[in-house]
C-alpha cells in the first residue's frame, strides 16, 4: 500500500490538471468550478491520509526494532558502482511527516474549495496543490538521499508555481521567481553534500550510511571528522534554503503574495520543515560533528530572534505569520542544533498544527475584509467574524506559549533542552527564551488590533467566511489545542516511538531546574501579552511610542534593509556584469568576430562569382589555358 500514499495526490494532479489543459486547448469558455476541481484534489489526499494512517496503525502494532515498511518501485540510477533503486521507506519519523502532510493538507484542501470559488482558473490550483503533496511525500518517503532531492526540487517547483499563481501580477511574478532563485542556492548545497557523502561512505541509501557511519564509532580520525562536517555543514546550507533561516530566509516573507492556502499549505505545515526531516533523517552523521550542531544551533537561535525583531512592527496580517513561520523555524533547528531532534520533530508537529490554523483563519479575516491585509484598517472583527474570531484565539494562545496548548509544550522542550544539553548553552536558551516574550508581544499586537476594539476602515462590510471554510479552522483549532499531548514531560510518547530513529540524549539539568525554567517561559509569554495589551489598548499610545522610536521602527518595518544590501551587493553587480556581458561582450566582440566571417565568405562568393559569365568561349580559353599550365608544368618537372 506504501506506493498509494503518492499515487493519489500524482492521480489528483493529472486528473485536474489535463482536464484544465484540455479546456485551454480547446477554447472552451466554460471553466471547471472550483467545487469540481476541488473534490477531485481533496478526495485524492484524504485518500493518501487514510493509507498513511492505515500503515501508522500497522507500524504502531509492531515492536520497536521492526518498525519499518520498505517498498522498492523499479531500478532507477546505473552509473558505474552506483546502483540505486526508487524505494520507498516509511518509519517511526517519516510516518509523522507523512500524517502530517496529507492531515493538515486535507484540512487546507477543503478550504481552499471555498477560498478559490471564485478564481478563474481553480483546476489548475488543485493540480498544482496536488502535485507539491506528491513531491512532499516523496520527499519524506524516499529511502535514499538522491530520491529525497528529487521531492526536495519537486516541492521548490510546485512553491514556485503556486507563490506565483496569479502571475499577472508583477508582485506575486516576481515573489514566485525569488523563492525559486534563492532555493536553488541553496540546493547547490545539497548536492555537493551528497557529492561528499557518496565520495567518503560509497552509498547514498538512508540505512546503508547510517550503518556505515555507525561503524565508525565516536573516534573519528581529523580526515574523517573534516569530511562528516563538511557533508552536514553542506547540507544545513540546503536546509537554510529550504526552511528560510539566515541568510536565505528572505524568499519566504515575500512568498505570502500567493493565495493564503498557499501560505498555510507550503510555508507552514509541509515544505519549510524539509530542512528539519533531512537533519533528523541524518542525525547520526550530524551528532558526529559537534562544529555543525553549532553553528545549526547558533543559525536557528539567531534566525528565531532575527526575525521575530521584523514581525513586531509589520502591518501586513500575512507578513506577520511570515515572520512568525521563519522564527519558529530558528526554533527547530535550535532543538535539532542541541541534538534533541525529537524536539525539533514534536515542534514541527504542533506548528504545523496553530500555524495553518493562524494562516487559513487571516485568509478568513482577508476573505471577510474584502481582501484588506493591513491590521491598521481592522480592529473589531470580533463582532463580525466570532467564528473566525473563536479558532484564532486558540491559535494565539498556542504560539504565545500558553499552558495547556500545543505550542507551550514543544516550545518549553526546546528551552529546556538548549539550556541542559552537553551541545547547548546558557546564552541560547537565553536568546531563545527573549524571542518567545517578542512572540508573544507581537501575536498579541495583531490578535488586539485585528479583533478588538473599534473598527478602523468604514469601507469594509466585514463578515464570517462560509462553512466550507471554517469547519476545517475548527478541526485544525482542537489539534492545536491539544496537540501537546503527544510530547508531556516525563510521559513523552513522542521520544518512545522515535527510539528506533533517533536516539535519546541525556540531559544535565535536574526536575526542579526544569520547573523553574517552564515557570519562566511561562511569565515571559504573560509578560509579553501584558506589555502588548498595555501599549496597543490604545492606538495614540502606539503612535506616540512609535514616534519616539522612529529610527528603529524604520530599521525593523524596512526589514533591516537586508534586501537592499543583497539587491546592492548581489543583485545589482550580477544584472551590471550580465548587461557588460551583453551589450558589450557579446554584441560588440562576438557578434563582430561572427558577422566578419559572413562578411568574408559574402564578398568571397562576389569575387567568385563575377568569373562565372556563362559565354562558352571564355569557358573555352580558361579551359585550354589550364591544359597549357598543366602539361607545361608536368613537363618543367620531367626535364629537372
Known amino acids: 500500500m506504501l506506493v498509494w500514499i503518492l499515487l493519489l495526490p500524482l492521480i489528483g494532479f493529472l486528473i485536474n490538471g489535463c482536464s484544465y489543459a484540455f479546456i485551454q486547448a480547446s477554447g472552451m469558455k466554460k471553466k471547471i468550478s472550483a467545487t469540481v476541481s476541488g473534490l477531485i484534489g481533496t478526495t485524492a489526499i484524504v485518500g493518501s491520509f487514510i493509507v498513511s494512517l492505515i500503515l501508522f496503525l500497522d507500524l504502531f502494532s509492531q515492536v520497536d526494532e521492526q518498525r519499518e515498511i520498505t517498498q522498492v518501485l523499479f531500478n532507477w540510477i546505473k552509473v558505474g558502482p552506483l546502483l540505486l533503486d ?28 471555498g477560498y478559490m470559488g471564485h478564481d478563474d482558473a481553480p483546476a489548475k490550483f488543485f493540480a498544482y496543490l496536488n502535485l507539491f503533496c506528491f513531491a512532499m511525500l516523496a520527499l519524506v518517503l524516499g529511502a535514499s538521499l538522491p530520491v529525497m532531492f528529487l521531492g526536495w526540487e519537486g516541492v521548490g517547483l510546485c512553491s514556485y508555481l503556486l507563490i506565483g499563481f496569479w502571475y499577472a501580477d508583477d508582485e506575486k511574478a516576481i515573489a514566485g521567481k525569488k523563492a525559486f532563485i534563492v532555493n536553488r542556492i541553496g540546493d547547490l548545497g545539497f548536492i555537493l553534500g551528497m557529492f561528499v557523502l557518496y565520495t567518503t561512505f560509497g552509498t547514498l541509501d538512508f540505512l546503508e550510511l547510517k550503518v556505515k557511519v555507525l561503524a565508525l564509532g565516536h573516534t573519528l580520525s581529523p580526515d574523517m571528522l573534516y569530511l562528516i562536517t563538511s557533508a552536514c555543514l553542506l547540507l544545513f546550507v540546503g536546509c537554510t534554503g529550504k526552511s528560510a533561516q539566515i541568510p536565505l530566509y528572505v524568499w519566504l516573507p515575500d512568498a505570502m503574495a500567493g493565495p493564503t492556502p498557499v501560505s498555510a499549505l507550503i510555508h507552514a505545515a509541509t515544505m519549510v520543515t524539509s530542512g528539519i526531516y533531512l537533519v533528523t533523517r541524518l542525525n547520526f552523521l550530524f551528532s558526529l560533528s559537534p562544529i555543525a550542531l553549532e553553528v545549526m544551533a547558533w543559525v536557528g537561535a539567531l534566525t528565531a530572534f532575527f526575525a521575530a525583531t521584523i514581525a513586531v512592527v509589520q502591518t501586513d496580517i500575512k507578513k506577520v505569520l511570515a515572520y512568525s513561520t521563519v522564527s519558529q523555524l530558528g526554533y527547530m533547528f535550535l532543538g535539532c542544533g542541541v541534538a534533541a531532534y525529537s524536539a525539533g520533530v514534536f515542534h514541527v508537529i504542533t506548528h504545523a498544527f496553530f500555524k495553518a490554523l493562524l494562516f487559513l483563519s487571516a485568509g478568513s479575516v482577508i476573505h471577510g475584509m474584502s481582501e484588506e491585509q493591513n491590521i491598521l484598517k481592522m480592529g473589531g472583527l470580533k463582532k463580525y467574524m466570532p467564528q473566525t474570531f473563536f479558532v484564532f484565539l486558540i491559535g494565539w494562545l498556542a504560539i504565545c506559549g500558553i499552558p495547556p496548548f500545543s505550542g507551550f509544550f514543544s516550545k518549553d522542550e526546546i528551552l529546556w533542552k538548549a539550556f541542559s544539553s552537553e551541545h547547548g548553552s546558557k546564552p541560547l536558551w537565553f536568546i531563545a527564551a527573549v524571542t518567545a516574550v517578542m512572540t508573544a508581544f507581537y501575536m498579541t499586537r495583531m490578535f488586539i ?6 473598527m478602523r476602515s468604514h469601507d469594509a462590510h466585514p463578515h464570517d467566511s462560509p462553512a466550507i471554510m471554517t469547519v476545517p479552522l475548527f478541526f485544525l483549532a482542537i ?7 503527544l510530547g508531556i514531560p516525563h510521559m513523552n510518547w513522542l521520544d518512545h516511538w522515535l527510539s528506533p530513529t533517533i536516539p535519546s540524549h541525556g540531559y544535565e539539568a535536574s526536575d526542579s531546574t526544569e520547573w523553574v525554567l517552564m515557570g519562566l517561559s511561562v511569565a515571559g509569554a504573560i509578560f509579553g501579552i501584558v506589555f502588548s495589551f498595555s501599549i496597543y489598548r490604545s492606538l495614540k499610545k502606539a503612535e506616540e511610542l512609535k514616534e519616539s522610536w522612529s529610527g528603529i521602527h524604520r530599521v525593523l518595518f524596512n526589514k533591516w534593509y537586508v534586501d537592499e544590501a543583497y539587491f546592492a551587493a548581489i543583485v545589482n553587480p550580477f544584472i551590471k556584469t550580465s548587461q557588460f556581458l551583453w551589450k558589450v561582450v557579446d554584441v560588440k566582440v562576438v557578434d563582430r568576430i561572427v558577422m566578419s566571417f559572413g562578411r568574408v565568405s559574402s564578398r568571397s ?24 599550365f598543366t602539361l607545361g608544368y608536368i613537363i618543367y618537372g620531367l626535364a629537372r
Open 86 to 113: 526508487f524505494t520507498l521507506r516509511l518509519d517511526s519519523l517519516s510516518t509523522l511527516f507523512t500524517l502530517v502532510i496529507t492531515g493538515v493538507g486535507s484540512f487546507i484542501h477543503i478550504y481552499s474549495i
Open 449 to 454: 488590533l485585528t479583533f478588538l476594539g473599534e
Open 479 to 485: 489539534l492545536s489545542a491539544v496537540g501537546g499531548i
Open 605 to 628: 562568393g562576389e569575387w567568385i562569382r563575377t568569373s562565372q559569365t556563362g559565354l562558352l568561349q571564355v569557358y573555352a580559353i580558361v579551359f585550354v589555358m589550364s591544359i597549357v
